[in-house]
Nanobody, 121 residues
C-alpha cells in the first residue's frame, strides 16, 4: 500500500494551529530529504518546508516563522507544526520523501495522498 500517509488535517480558525504528521512504512533514516508541499485550488503544488537527513531545514517565505518541520527517526514520522494559520494557507498538504536506498530502476520519490487543511476567517 501507500508508503507515506498524512494525518492531522482539518478545519481551524484564523490564528489557530494544526500539526500534520507523515507516517512512513520505510525508515525515515533512509530518506535524504523529507518535505511538505501544498496545493490550493487552481494553483500549482508548492514546497512548504524541507528537512534533510542531517536535520537542516528550509522554509518557504510565506510560512517562515509560523511553521516548523521535524522528523523522528525512532517513530519513522515527520511532522509539520503550523501556527498562526491564515485563510491563504487553505490547501491540500502532501508529504514527500526522497529515498537514498532506491535501486537505479526505481523512482526514488515517495508521495502521500494528501490531507485537507481549511482555515476559516
Amino acid at each position: 500500500q501507500a508508503q507515506l500517509v498524512e494525518s492531522g488535517g482539518g478545519l481551524v480558525q484564523s490564528g489557530g494551529s494544526l500539526t500534520l504528521a507523515c507516517s512512513s512504512s520505510r525508515y525515515v533514516s533512509s530518506f535524504a530529504a523529507m518535505d511538505w508541499y501544498r496545493q490550493s485550488s487552481g494553483k500549482e503544488r508548492e514546497l512548504v518546508a524541507r528537512i534533510n537527513d542531517g536535520g537542516a531545514t528550509n522554509y518557504a517565505d510565506f510560512v517562515k516563522g509560523r511553521f516548523t518541520i521535524s522528523k523522528d527517526n525512532s517513530r519513522n514520522t515527520f511532522d509539520l507544526q503550523m501556527t498562526n494559520l491564515q485563510p491563504e494557507d487553505t490547501a491540500v498538504y502532501y508529504c514527500h520523501a526522497l529515498r537514498k536506498d532506491a535501486y537505479y530502476w526505481e523512482d526514488p520519490d515517495l508521495w502521500g495522498q494528501g490531507t485537507q487543511v481549511t482555515v476559516s476567517s
